[in-house]
Every structure is written in structure tokens, then in C-alpha cells.
């Protein structure tokens, strides 16, 4: 069986190997990696500058297991944002060790004088976090950047929402003789010219206010409200809590409106996506502040009838429906057609919606379906009392698919 070393070289320059790494590069006798890399550690061995999962797995193949070692070369450590997740199980044949190296965050908060361990971390190189939501969240965000999202583009971005002033230190070629590092605020930043292949520590004092919060469930008063229907912050926590979203899931809000549960569930999903479909105009219009308001940038606006729009849409793992307009039986038929596994939560009002959904479930065994029923009641200011005022009965219907 070859063995494969995989490791982990740091920011790049030799000097920061760790002494492991020096060992299994040295008994490595083919080497494979970045260009760039393999230049740095690659005399007297057998070279393939590349990092190309199936060239790799070619390399492995044509070498000899009682002769040879294979060596991959990948920046920073193995376990960060790595190559490494992606060989990982997919060299059959192979004895895969791993080898870690300084990570580039480990190695940029050294040159900052700077602890690490209360960053948030996440990346913007060929990933789709929401960064925005992130810096007003905490007060230290660490990213790497990459392809379009150069530092200053993102730094754009943290301007366009009002965060021109938050301190930013962008770090490139780190540990290589052209390593720079400069430190100004978003709105300075975003004016310079970095490599597209950067770090930022960006560092935000104000981080807190509605985003922070831990659980979901915000005020109604913190939403821009207008004629539109708006599910209350009791329904909204309740129906939340039914769907159980998690962070990389995707998620569709059908019959959006103002746009709460929406919001709510981007929050709730920072890694994954949100799909809000609206078909009425003045609701659209709210959604969108909505959206901005709370920089949900993991959301996506839908406009029409839902019904429809949702077969050209990507596969959800779960959906919440808080209006159907009469279309719920075609609508969760195609759901169904989607993802068979897909959780799915309904708001409903009219009994005659009620006695649909469930007449619909008798012909699908497989599902487990959960009705709940709440009626809430506000105070209200009379003279010197306050009265309770009661609002419209709703029904939380929560279906899953059995356990086999």
C-alpha cells in the first residue's frame, strides 16, 4: 500500500515547517502541490505541480507502493480551509497521514500582536458566507478572501452597509520576503489594490444589537411593517423551533411577506441559503427592506406564484408556507418531487386549510404529522387597566418523514 503524506507546509515560507514536516517531506520521494510550493522543497525528488484531486489520485497510481512515498504539499494547516478535506478517503489504496503546519490565521494574529481564539472565522474564497452579518455580530472577524471577493471589494461591501468605519488589517504573501500588512478602516481599505488571495482581521467595537442574540424570536417592532401580513414573534418562534433549520441548510419561505420568518431563518442559516417567494407587490417591496435592514445577505427574493417558481429552484431541506393562496396540495406535491426528505412546516389560519392539509397527509403514510394549535393575547392600555386582546388562532402543522 503507497503512502501518502499530506502536508501541511504553513504560510509558505520553509523556515515555519513544523519538524514533522520536515521528516515527511524529506522521506517523500514524489512530491505534488502548488507550483509555487513544491519549487521550495522539491530537488532530487519526482515533482507534479499540481493540486487536481484526480491528477493526484493518477500520480498515486502509477507510483510504486515498496519504493516510493508520495508527498502533497498544501498552504497553511490541514485542517483549515484545506486540501486536505478534499483528498481525504478519496485515494483508495493509499496510507494517508496528515501533517499539520501553521495556519495563515494563527500566523497573521501572531504579526498583530493579537489573540485569536474569540475570532469568528470564515472564508469568502470560493464560499458563500454572509460576511456582512458576521462583522455586526462580533467584534473580531477573521476571513480569507479570494476570486472576486479581493479585500478591498469586500470592504465595499462592509461600506455599502454603514460599516466604512469598522478596523480592518489585511495581511498578503505572508511569511514570503514581499509580506505586507496594512491596517486602516473599511472605507480606506476598500480604496487600496491588495492580492485577491488575502487574510483580513476585521475588528468591529459596536458588533451586538438584534443579530447577537442567541435564540431566534426577534421583537416585531424591530421589523419594517406596512399592510402586508406579518407572522408574530410567538408564531415565529414556535414554527422555528418545528422546522429545527440548521446552519448550511436551504430553505424556502413560501408567501414571505414582510419578510420576518424569512429574516429569521437567513439568521438561522448563515451557511446556507434562503429563498423567499412573494407574489404580491407592496410585500415585495417590504421584503426587500427587510432583507437589507437586517443585511441577510443569504437571501434571495422570489417574485410570483411560488407554485410554480419552485420547480426552477434548487432542492430544499426544509420550508416553511405561511400562505399557499390555494394551492397548498400542488405545492407540496412538488416539494416532495424535490427532496422526499424535506421537513416542511405550515402556518394556517382557515379551517378549510387545516382539513386540507390533513385530508392531504391520510395519503402519505410515511409522515409523521404534528398539529399545534396557539392563541395569543397582547395587553392593551385602557385608562388605568389593561386588557387582553385576543389575535386569530393559529394552527402549526409540522410534517416529517418516519424513521425506518
Known amino acids: 500500500m503507497l503512502k501518502v503524506n499530506v502536508i501541511g507546509i504553513g504560510p509558505g515560507n520553509p523556515d515555519l515547517l513544523t519538524g514533522e514536516a520536515k521528516k515527511a517531506i524529506a522521506e517523500s ?23 487536481k484531486l484526480s491528477e493526484l489520485a493518477e500520480v498515486a497510481a502509477s507510483a510504486d507502493a515498496q519504493k516510493d512515498v508520495l508527498g502533497i504539499l498544501v498552504s497553511g494547516d490541514v485542517g483549515f480551509f484545506s486540501l486536505a478535506k478534499t483528498i481525504a478517503g478519496k485515494l483508495p489504496e493509499c496510507e494517508v497521514k496528515r501533517y499539520c503546519g501553521i495556519s495563515s490565521l494563527v500566523y497573521f494574529a501572531s504579526k498583530l500582536q493579537m489573540s485569536w481564539d474569540d475570532a469568528k472565522i470564515i472564508s469568502m474564497h470560493g464560499r458563500k458566507q454572509n460576511l456582512i452579518a458576521a462583522v455586526l455580530q462580533h467584534t473580531k472577524v477573521f476571513s480569507l478572501t479570494g476570486g472576486d471577493n479581493s479585500p478591498q471589494a469586500l470592504c465595499r461591501q462592509l461600506c455599502n452597509q454603514g460599516l466604512g468605519e469598522v478596523m480592518v488589517h489585511v495581511g498578503s504573501n505572508l511569511s514570503y520576503p514581499e509580506e505586507e500588512i496594512v491596517s486602516g478602516t473599511a472605507a480606506e481599505i476598500a480604496e487600496g489594490n491588495f492580492p485577491s ?4 482581521m476585521i475588528l468591529n467595537e459596536k458588533a451586538g444589537g438584534p443579530l447577537k442574540q442567541a435564540v431566534h424570536g426577534l421583537d416585531d417592532g424591530l421589523f419594517l411593517r406596512g399592510k402586508a401580513p406579518m407572522t408574530k414573534q410567538e408564531i415565529r418562534a414556535v414554527s422555528i423551533s418545528k422546522l429545527q433549520p440548521r446552519p448550511d441548510d436551504t430553505i424556502f419561505d413560501i408567501g414571505a411577506g414582510t419578510g420576518s420568518c424569512s429574516v429569521e431563518l437567513a439568521l438561522q442559516a448563515p451557511l446556507g441559503k434562503l429563498y423567499a417567494f412573494e407574489m404580491k407587490e407592496d410585500a415585495l417591496e417590504l421584503l426587500q427592506l427587510n432583507k437589507e435592514r437586517f443585511h441577510c445577505d443569504n437571501m434571495e427574493i422570489v417574485a410570483g406564484e411560488a407554485s410554480e417558481k419552485i420547480r426552477e429552484m434548487p432542492v430544499p431541506d426544509c420550508v416553511f408556507i405561511g400562505g399557499s393562496s390555494g394551492n397548498m396540495a400542488k405545492m407540496l406535491d412538488i416539494l416532495y418531487e424535490k427532496n422526499p426528505e424535506c421537513r ?20 402519505r403514510p410515511e409522515f409523521e404529522l404534528d398539529v399545534v394549535n396557539i392563541a395569543s393575547a397582547y395587553n392593551k392600555k385602557l385608562g388605568r387597566y389593561n386588557l387582553m386582546m385576543a389575535q386569530n388562532p393559529i394552527y402549526i402543522i409540522t410534517a416529517i418523514k418516519k424513521e425506518k
Not at 197 to 200: A, N
Open 197 to 200: 488571495l488575502s487574510v483580513m
Open 344 to 363: 416542511i412546516v405550515m402556518n394556517v389560519i382557515a379551517l378549510e386549510t387545516l382539513c386540507a392539509v390533513v385530508e392531504y397527509y391520510k395519503n
Open 29 to 51: 520521494t514524489i512530491l505534488a502541490g502548488d507550483r509555487r510550493m513544491i519549487a521550495q522543497f522539491g530537488e532530487g525528488k519526482r515533482v507534479y505541480p499540481t493540486i
